[in-house]
């Protein structure tokens, strides 16, 4: 019987190159408002940029560039040093 499905026994369609979808690339909010530095006082702000667990979002998900990253993460550090936000939060079982 022949398979009509286009697979052959190995579970592989043609010869193995998928084309992916090109994904549309995030744009950094900061430098499309136009923000020369992230001011470490925007606790709101910095909170968005923030797991529930108190881990600083990587670049890849934030979609921010790098010089907004390293400004990012130092406000962030510089909040917390404060004590203005949490490092952590306590997690119950």
């Excluded at 744009?27 to 702000?45: A, P, V, Y």
């Excluded at 923030?50 to 990012?72: E, M, N, S, V, W």
């Amino acid at each position: 019987m022949e398979n009509n499905n286009k697979e052959n026994t190995t579970g592989r369609r043609g010869h193995g190159f998928i084309k992916k979808q090109s994904q549309k690339k995030k744009q950094c909010r900061f430098c499309i408002e136009k923000m020369k530095e992230i001011d470490w006082k925007q606790t709101q702000l910095l909170k968005m940029f923030t797991t529930d667990t108190g881990r600083i979002i990587p670049r890849k998900i934030t979609g921010l560039c790098a010089k907004h990253q390293r400004q990012l993460d130092k406000a962030i550090k510089r909040n917390r040093n404060l004590g203005l936000m949490p490092y952590t939060t306590m997690m119950r079982k």
